[in-house]
């Protein structure tokens, strides 16, 4: 029931700190999902705290988003939590408050509201209830309108209800933004965000009682429900083998799923920060904020690990969770041994395998471990991760000779004796992999597996695989022949014989009368459509682009680690792991290497006029942003990285000292070509283009035989760019066409065209002469031309790397 103290006389919410940052907010790249999500988390964060949890009734969520023939476009999520007294509705909506604890929700930093709201649309409202409550508080956040007025206030409305027994939340956005808007509106759409959010939450959408086709135990759920525009979300199941499937190595059983149950010491965690304390020691206050809130929590690291049915390229890797939510999922970092001696990182799995398919799969729960604030990624310099780490895949190399030569022993955790146990491509049941008699059969495995994720029925549970596996046994152990089953007994097992789903394997043949299978050549396998790997995927990326060295080098930032940053401006389009075009990525590489793609034909550079390096800084934050423990902004980290790169500062200083680099890289590209005619080239030069020359090479040197500098063509080493562009318009022939500029010149037949290329290489020749030679207070449009001339130029110089 609400009480007194809950109707405030002036009925207002103070939506402190500011409406700017709440719609700045919007600006953070989130994407529909993650919005989305973000929103689901505080459903769900009810719903996992609700001491009733068990009382029978269903929890919920219902997501409604626009359809292209709608005219009222909104985005609305409708729970049946408990919904919220009005002081929780206030902390709820001011950005920046969590009124949650570090542990145990979804919603870790109190933020994702305010961004998934403000990055959907301009226009909130939040209606929720309790059960016994007389009504509805409604609030409305109008982004546009608060900005306007400069105030923080909103107001509350109660709206009466019919039925006090109800009770829920309720959010829905209007005033869509435009990009979101034409996004939830493409085709298929909301089949991908049902997609998106059916692996997300696989865990906490299944059911708690035995799943058909999922084992039990370890991977029963929580059996929430979400549905989209009404459709059911369904969580994306494993496909793995039951737990009682087992492979014998060196007379061992290992089964294909491996609980894992580690219990840490429990520690104190700093309610307010998240900081863990170290257990070893006693404190009365966080380390790292100085709160005197801390309770001991239990820290445990589990789930389980196992073995798919079938291999492929990219559908494997080990999920990660906190709280029930899938912070990483497909994570294969674990699949490579790092040497603590170098760094180095050995990737172990899968390395035997063609086209390196894996099926090590499984689902980890690390509620103690830190995320970044998207929730895309754990911190993994964290000590707890890096614990983690340890605990799930041992300290050595999973290979038993790469241990024994590096005098590690036997690696025996959970990780390595599914290793030990499934890493080999051997059809049969020595290593559970379908076969037909004589090869494995990874083509069929995996459509069975793509009927198993389609909900029909005959495959969910493994027997068509297991059959499988068997058939191939006993036709490799028969000559490449299907045994024949004896009058009247019952087939064994493995036969295929009235088994769903199969051509029987290795046979296919005709029989005779007397019902004896006559071989027949094998009827080959349709050779797979070749699908291009990651691996291939960026190899094909850095080998059709051009390196931006403005932007490499190292990151450091405190906190956050170091980074070594390439940056590619690839002549490709990019696409994400979901084939979406995308204008920017970012790869993290071996050791501290981050490799950042843009592509600087997208249309956003192309038609708004943006810098591709912009984006790659963007990535590069993002990427850091992800260790962040504080809840820090990703535009403060973004501006930490920028500074860590004073080239792209448009100062008047900085672009002189750029102007000059660029110079000297001109003239080391020249250095071979101008002796080669050196006294008709200084020829050409005017005289005070010559004087300024031997004026520099005074100031640079008071020793030089100025007469033999010349006959030799060294001077080009003191040339300014005025009298390298002179050089260049009066001998195109000699530094255009990739030999100094890129710009093409003696292809071209008609000498107008041939002009125009010479004036387009020359005049940022001249722009830069004109800035180096007239130092003084410039504009900063002035400084944004001279920048964009000083990237058209850095863009046209050969690259001798």
């Known amino acids: 029931m609400s009480t007194d103290a809950e109707r405030a006389p002036l009925e207002e919410i103070d939506l402190t700190p500011s409406p700017q940052l709440l719609e700045a907010l919007g600006d953070i790249p989130y994407k529909p999902w993650q919005c989305m999500a973000e929103l689901i988390d505080n459903s769900f964060d009810d719903f996992l705290t609700d001491p009733d949890l068990t009382r029978g009734e269903p929890r919920e969520v219902w997501i409604t988003l626009p359809k292209p023939t709608d005219e009222d476009l909104f985005v609305g999520v409708i729970d049946n939590g408990r919904g919220m007294s009005r002081e929780m509705l206030q902390n709820a909506l001011r950005a920046g408050y969590s009124g949650k604890r570090r542990y ?114 370890p991977m029963a759920g929580r059996g929430f429900k979400l549905k989209v525009n009404g459709k059911n979300v369904s969580p994306r199941l494993p496909c793995v083998w039951s737990t009682s499937r087992t492979v014998t190595r060196q007379g061992r059983e290992i089964p294909a799923i491996k609980p894992v149950d580690v219990r840490l010491a429990p520690a104190l965690a700093c309610m307010d920060c998240g900081h863990w304390q170290n257990p070893d020691l006693e404190f009365d206050r966080c380390v790292q ?28 890797g080990i999920d990660f969770l906190r709280n029930g939510r899938k912070i990483r999922v497909g994570d294969r970092s674990l699949f490579s041994w790092e040497n603590p001696d170098d760094g180095t990182l050995v990737p172990e799995y899968p390395v035997e395998v063609p086209a390196n398919q894996g099926r090590i799969v499984g689902e980890i729960h690390l509620d103690h471990v830190p995320v970044g604030y998207q929730k895309l990624d754990f911190n993994r310099e964290s000590r707890e991760w890096r614990y983690a780490v340890t605990a799930l895949r041992g300290e050595g190399p999973m290979r038993p000779k790469k241990a024994a030569a590096l005098g590690y022993p036997p690696n025996t955790s959970h990780l390595g004796e599914i290793f030990k146990g499934y890493q080999e491509n051997r059809p049969g049941a020595d290593c559970l992999i379908p076969g037909d008699g004589s090869k494995a059969t990874h083509e069929a495995a995996r459509d069975w597996g793509a009927k198993f994720h389609a909900g029909q029925a005959e495959y969910l549970s493994d027997e068509i695989w297991f059959t499988a596996v068997l058939a191939h046994d006993e036709a490799r152990d028969n000559g490449g022949r299907a045994p024949s089953p004896s009058p009247g007994a019952t087939r064994p097992r493995g036969s295929l014989s009235g088994r769903p789903g199969l051509t029987p394997l290795g046979a296919g043949g005709q029989t005779d009368a007397d019902s004896e299978v006559q071989p027949v050549p094998p009827v080959a396998e349709p050779e797979p459509q070749p699908v291009e790997t990651e691996e291939q995927r960026f190899a094909r990326y850095r080998a059709d682009s051009t390196r931006l060295f403005d932007l490499a080098g190292e990151v450091s930032l405190p906190r956050l680690g170091r980074r070594i940053v390439t940056v590619f401006d690839t002549h490709v389009p990019l696409l994400d792991d979901q084939e979406r075009q995308v204008p920017s990525l ?25 810098d591709p390096r912009d984006y790659a800084l963007v990535e590069i934050a993002q990427t850091l942003h992800a260790f962040e423990p504080d809840g820090q902004k990703v535009t403060a980290v973004l501006a930490d990285v920028t500074r860590q790169f004073p080239d792209q500062r448009v100062t008047e200083a900085a672009l002189r000292e750029r102007a000059e680099a660029m110079t000297g890289r001109v003239r080391g590209l020249m250095e071979p070509i101008v002796p080669l005619k050196a006294a008709e080239l200084w020829a050409a030069l005017p005289e005070d283009a010559r004087l300024r020359a031997e004026r520099e090479a005074g100031r640079a040197d008071a020793s030089l035989d100025w007469p033999t500098v010349v006959k030799e063509g060294a001077f080009v080493a003191y040339l300014d760019t005025a009298g390298i562009a002179t050089l260049v318009r009066v001998f195109p022939g000699d530094f255009l066409d990739g030999a100094v500029f890129k710009t093409s010149w003696v292809g071209w037949s008609d000498n107008e065209i041939k002009d125009r290329q010479v004036a387009q290489a020359v005049r940022p020749l001249e722009v830069v002469s004109e800035f180096l030679a007239e130092p003084g207070t410039k504009t900063r449009l002035e400084l944004a031309l001279a920048r964009i001339t000083f990237d058209m130029l850095d863009h046209n110089i050969v690259r001798s790397e």
């Open 104 to 217: 145990g929700s979804l919603g870790l930093f109190g933020m994702g509201f305010n961004i998934a709201t403000a990055r959907l649309g301009n226009l909130t409202q939040v209606r929720t209830t309790r059960a016994g409550d007389p009504d509805w508080l409604v609030v409305e956040i109008d982004l546009r309108r608060l900005a306007r007025n400069d105030s923080y206030k909103s107001l509350l409305r109660r709206e009466p209800k019919d039925d006090p027994a109800l009770h829920g939340t309720e959010v829905v956005v209007r005033r869509l933004r435009d990009e979101i808007a034409e996004d939830l509106k493409r085709p298929r759409r909301h089949a991908a965000i049902r997609a998106d959010l059916g692996r997300v939450y696989s865990y906490l959408l299944r059911s708690e009682n035995p799943v058909p086709g999922v084992p039990d135990g």
């Open 289 to 316: 904020c100085e709160s005197e809130d801390l309770q001991l929590r239990e820290r445990r690291i589990h789930g389980w690990i196992g073995v798919q049915r079938y291999l492929h390229e990219s559908d494997f």
């Open 586 to 610: 970012a790869r993290m590489g071996r050791g501290t290497s981050l490799e950042v793609y843009v592509y600087s034909e997208h249309p956003v550079f192309r038609e708004y006029g943006r």
